[in-house]
């Protein structure tokens, strides 16, 4: 990861700039720099990955054909780059480093706006145009990448990778809507991953035989790194996949992490039998109830919200990321996170129709960057480190938004049945784990965790005093005591910006079946084995 700030403005004390910037170094600790640009200012905390010389270090700059400078950073990683810039260099284009994100100056020269609709990456950036004076900044279709923007009190627009980039330097923070560009301030909309074209109705082995082809291919093209790569691995479902197929990738052995309290872990065991099964370098660690509550104030701050499943399911991301930072010499991190979007949930069992699970998976796709792919990227960002996620390819995404809802269904008595049945003939997983029914990220570290949170906010208030303080909160209004004690710390952190966030992760409570006051799949009638 990196951590890339843009001011545009003419007014501002480069000190405070400073400080709110480098709230975010941990993103880059390698190297740091801030720009003039003529217009504004361009800031980059680097965490080399690709092109590791000095000469990857950002702000990129060139001199256009007016005579002035223009400047680029980018955070991302641009898939299959050294094709393109084969391209640019057959055009008469230089090259200074190995960096895939040099190549953006010149597709800007070449294609305009419509460079980011080309892009095969993840990525946030802002560019500055020295010719015209304007600043372009964009967002990867799913914002797998943070970006987020404010305007200061002269009303100048400001982006930066964090909110706490921005809070006490802008009043309201908002996140850069995934997919977009904005340019001439305006924000426009250059591709939305879930609109569907075609619906496809191929049979289901030529679906088995896309999905495993196109996952593959997004797995080994995040492979690519300059940078030591290692994978986290829960013994689910998805960061199984994801470390089997990696490991068929390579001639070395995978480095593999997992962690689990030290009293109920549920899937500990389940992460060992994948590592021994794909031969991977094992590596497991253990959290305790203490790690948990005090590292509650600290995950909170991280991550930037107030939401119920994305900070439970962060404290084991967390701590592992924190052990893999300390002990080890990973950079790159591939994680499983995206899956449950576009093939389902437990609580998606209960659709009332097809028509009806598509709709939930536009709907959770288009909010992917303010739960699991904010939960990833700060939980491994904040350590060092870069992620990954190869469920979030664009095209195995485009594709399989694009399948008849009424195969994705669960019709079959199994969840995910098209992502299972895809690597059923491989053999790259044992039955037994590609088989089996996942439990929640939260409750699978081990279920104590979740209880373990839940009785410390029974501590902080008395029934009294939560009827009274859950008073002063809307949008949304904490319901529990646990929700409450998440949004004081929030508030503390970043007051007055609960609109990032547009609501709690819950399932749909439209469906029969799905009306619960828990955000946990095991409070769902369907959880069944899910947890053991």
């Known amino acids: ?31 740091s720099r801030i720009m003039e640009t003529g217009k504004g200012l361009l ?45 640019l260099i057959e055009r008469g284009y230089k090259f200074k480093s190995d960096s895939d994100c040099e190549l953006l100056l010149p597709l800007w020269y070449e294609y305009g706006t419509g460079m980011f609709e080309r892009l095969d990456a993840e990525f946030a950036m802002i560019l500055f145009d020295g010719s015209t004076g304007e600043y372009i900044a964009a967002r990867d279709p799913i914002g797998i990448r943070p970006l ?40 426009i909309e250059y591709r939305d991953i879930t609109e569907v074209d075609e619906v496809c109705y191929d049979d289901l082995p030529a679906i088995y035989k896309n999905i495993h082809d196109k996952l593959v291919k997004g797995v080994d093209k995040r492979m690519d790194s300059d940078a030591p790569v290692g994978f986290l691995l829960s013994g689910g479902l998805d960061s199984s996949l994801v470390c089997a197929i990696a490991a068929q990738c390579t001639d070395e052995p995978i480095e593999t992490f997992a962690i689990g309290m030290d009293t109920d872990a549920i899937d500990l065991k389940y992460a060992r039998q994948v590592a021994d099964y794909i031969g991977s370098n094992h590596h497991e660690y253990y959290m305790t109830k203490e790690d948990v509550i005090s590292s509650l104030p600290e995950v909170i701050k991280m991550l930037g919200t107030y939401d119920i499943t994305t900070i439970r399911a962060s404290m084991g991301m967390y701590l592992l990321c924190k052990q893999i930072h300390e002990k080890t010499d990973r950079k790159v991190l591939l994680t499983g996170e995206i899956s449950d979007e576009i093939f389902g949930y437990k609580y998606t069992d209960f659709a009332p129709s097809p028509e009806a699970f598509q709709a939930e998976a536009v ?37 399989v938004m694009s399948i008849d809802p009424k195969k994705k269904m669960n019709t079959y008595g199994k969840g995910k049945y098209l992502l299972r049945k895809a690597f059923e003939e491989d053999h790259i997983l044992p039955e ?101």
């Open 43 to 87: 800031g980059f905390h680097r965490l080399a990955i690709m092109g590791l010389t000095p000469e990857g270090m950002q702000p990129f700059t060139r001199q256009n054909e007016s005579g002035s400078t223009d400047y680029v950073v980018c955070n991302g990683e641009i898939y299959g780059f050294r094709a393109i810039k084969n391209d």
């Open 1 to 31: 990861m990196c951590s890339i700030f843009g001011y545009t403005g003419s007014v501002v004390e480069l000190e405070t700039l400073k400080k709110g910037f480098d709230e975010t170094i941990s993103r880059g600790p390698d190297m």
């Open 363 to 399: 709907k959770r796709v288009k909010e992917l960057h303010m739960y699991d792919v904010l939960r990833a990227d700060r939980c491994i960002s904040v350590n060092s480190l870069e992620a990954r996620v190869p469920f979030g390819d664009l095209d195995f995404v485009q594709y």
């Open 148 to 187: 987020y923007y404010g305007y200061d009190e002269n009303g100048a627009i400001c982006f930066a990778s964090e909110p706490k980039n921005l809070v006490g330097f802008c009043d309201k923070v908002m996140p850069f809507p995934p997919g977009h560009y904005y340019f001439k301030g305006e924000f």
């Open 432 to 532: 037994s784990i590609l088989m089996r029914e996942k439990a929640a990220f939260s409750d699978a570290v081990g279920h104590s965790m979740v209880d373990d949170l839940k009785e410390y906010a029974e501590t902080v208030y008395t029934d009294e005093e939560f009827e009274e303080k859950v008073k002063l909160y809307d949008n949304p209004k904490p319901f529990t005591k646990e929700s409450l004690l998440y949004r004081e710390i929030f508030e503390e952190y970043y007051p007055g910006q609960s609109s990032m966030i547009v609501d709690y992760w819950m399932p749909n409570k439209d469906w029969t079946g799905c009306d619960v006051n828990d955000p946990s799949a095991r409070y769902l009638s369907n959880y069944g084995a899910s947890g053991e």
